[in-house]
């Protein structure tokens, strides 16, 4: 299967370079309807957790939590030079375009959620990217026909659409920043130049993705030495990365968008058969977005409004705070039960209503109220999981990822998520520039009609979403979790964890999750089977046996439920916490 943004299911925990999985063997055992299933439980920590966790970080004054800890360092650097969470993130983020191009890079969009600490503000961005303004849906069916496909392929021209990153970087700084940009870029350039040794889980997911891009246009020059990816602790150089950023750094966003570097992109494009312009990249612009929110039992959660999925996690939380959690307790059948049946729902309306707002019009605050998910609870059956869930009906309806958190001595806080979708994207790679180009226009629908049907210059339906919440007692928190269809499932997972079972910042990350697969894709397909309960270890064999009963398909995986990164700043002891799960590569730190 060719790899999903980094973090959904489908890999083991920990796997080392050559696939090996270590640390714990890896478990895949399916349930057939009524089935079950026999493993054992983590329990190797003392604090009291039936799963294995550690203790947060604690800071007084800043404190960065990314996926690999040289790229939370470089944060902590700008953040030591006088640089603010702002300066610090886009850091963080040119550092994983290096060290985690297995999820990340100039290639690719981006979205943030920046808290302003002189105001309190919460200031969103999309800087997503749009389809080319000279390809229709026809001529695009055509072109998919011809490779013997139905729907837009992952690899290769056709799935390009705009990069939205450096833009972004350049919107967030312009507006928030502190340092000069050249400043801002220059360690990620360092460590391109003098190499960085590449940690455990990324040589994996690098090892896994060669043999099936080896073949795009430019990625065994960019990606590979000797035509094989580095091995764990290897060192890594990319010196034509190095001279992007610096060019960046030198020139601005429109070297990017309208000068050298732009050229070189259009032309890998066009030659590996695809349509994106020199037009479409100068007429490319991010927007700035007001954050949406809903609130859990005394917890107000935000998220970004569509193109993203980021409000299926406010549906899920609005569906489950019509049932006692707290009561029924953690992993216990009503628990997941009561989950999965809610995210059928959020799913569903997500493949019906959730597109690019400037095509259609998405119903967001009828999907996100509390009268909407009253109605929409009471096809809940707690003794019965659905096999076919249909979208709703809001009264107004008309018609592989890196996530980073950065807080500063000033509150100012960053909530930051960037992707080229599947991986490395579509394998095509400009060539001496460095970085790959994403993939995210194969997740348009090529089918008449509906809210994501392809059209020339619409962002595709998205699925990288970074979140925010204020508590009760107001600590604020920005928190993220990569992966794909993961991602809305997590975040409300996250926020049930942290209000209706009083975990920690780090338990609430390291808690067994719970992940639901089936259809109710953006591309318009409905869910007929009921689809699949993926379970961690923590989950225990009486539990796994009552959700057969109810119907439910279950399936057991370890450690690849996501990727969690998370500062949480309490007012009251005026500090801040952080947490970065164990399931990556990453740090929490602070000074």
């Known amino acids: 299967m060719f790899p999903r943004e980094q973090g959904s299911r489908g890999r083991g925990r920990r796997a080392a370079a050559g696939g090996r ?62 640089g603010n969470a702002i300066d610090a993130a886009i850091a963080a983020n040119a550092a994983l375009a290096l060290m985690e191009p297995t999820g990340c890079g100039l290639g690719g ?59 972004g970087w350049f919107m967030l700084h312009d507006r928030f920043g502190r340092l000069p940009m050249a400043q801002v870029l220059a360690p990620a350039i360092r460590y391109a130049r003098e190499g960085f040794p590449v940690s455990e889980l990324i040589a994996h997911y ?102 993203g999925q980021g409000i299926a996690a406010l549906q899920i939380l609005n569906l489950l705070e019509g049932f006692d959690l707290r009561e029924a307790g953690f992993a216990s059948a009503d628990h997941v039960h009561w989950f999965v049946e809610a995210k059928k729902l959020a799913f569903a309306d997500r493949a019906r209503f959730y597109a690019d707002p400037a095509f259609v019009t998405v119903p967001v605050a009828e999907l996100i109220s509390k009268d909407y998910a009253a109605k929409r609870r009471e096809l809940i059956d707690p003794r019965r999981a659905a096999r076919v869930v249909e979208p709703g009906d809001p009264a107004l309806w008309q018609g592989d990822t890196i996530y980073l958190t950065v807080a500063d001595a000033e509150r100012n806080l ?3 998520i960037q992707s080229n979708y599947r991986g490395f994207g579509s394998g095509v790679c400009p060539p001496g520039l460095g970085f790959g180009l994403q993939n995210r226009g194969e997740l ?23 979140a925010f919440a204020i508590a009760p007692d107001g600590r604020l928190l920005s928190f993220g979790v990569m992966g794909g269809a993961t991602q809305p499932q997590a975040h409300a997972q996250i926020i049930v964890n942290l209000a209706d079972f009083a975990m920690n910042l780090q338990e609430a990350g390291d808690a067994p999750r719970i992940l639901h697969e089936g259809s109710n894709e953006p591309t318009g397909e409905i869910m007929t089977d009921g689809g699949t309960v993926y379970l961690e270890t923590g989950f225990s064999h009486a539990v796994q046996r009552e ?43 602070g000074f």
């Not at 299933?37 to 957790?49: E, K, N, S």
């Not at 348009?444 to 970074?466: M, Q, S, V, W």
């Open 444 to 466: 348009f629908d090529l089918a008449e009609g509906r809210a994501n049907t392809y059209a020339p210059g619409k962002r595709p339906f998205h699925t990288i979403i970074p």
């Open 206 to 307: 690098w090892q896994r993705s060669v043999p099936i891009l080896r073949d795009q246009p430019g990625f065994l020059a960019t990606f590979t030495q000797d035509g094989r990816a580095p091995l764990k602790g290897e060192r890594w150089r990319n010196e034509a990365l190095a001279r992007t950023l610096a060019v960046l750094g030198r020139d601005g966003c429109d070297a990017f968008y309208r000068g050298e570097l732009a050229t070189v992109i259009v032309r890998a494009v066009q030659d590996a058969g695809g349509f994106l312009t020199v037009h479409d990249l100068a007429a490319h612009t991010g927007n700035w977005v007001a954050p949406v929110s809903a609130v859990y039992r005394g917890w107000q959660v935000f998220e970004l409004p569509p193109a």
């Open 414 to 416: 960053v909530s930051l």
């Open 547 to 589: 959700l057969a009963e109810r119907g439910h398909r279950i399936a057991l995986d370890i450690g690849s439920f996501g990727g969690y990164q998370a500062i949480m700043y309490d007012p009251a002891q005026d500090v801040y916490y952080g947490a970065s799960e164990s399931r990556k590569d990453g740090q929490a730190a």
């Open 109 to 167: 969009d981006l979205f943030a959620i920046v808290r302003v600490g002189a105001t309190g503000e919460l200031v969103g961005l999309d800087a997503s990217g749009r389809s080319p303004q000279g390809l229709t849906r026809e001529r695009l069916r055509d072109e998919v026909a011809r490779l013997g496909r139905e729907r837009i392929p992952p690899r290769g021209a056709l799935p390009i659409s705009v990069p939205g990153c450096v833009d």
């Open 21 to 82: 999985t270590v640390r714990r063997a890896a478990l895949a055992l399916v349930l057939a309807w009524g089935g079950l299933a026999v493993f054992a439980a983590a329990a190797d920590r003392i604090t009291g957790a039936p799963f294995a966790t550690r203790s947060e970080v604690i800071a007084p004054s800043a404190m960065a939590a990314t996926s690999q800890p040289l790229a939370t360092q470089i944060a902590l650097e700008i953040l030591r030079a006088g």
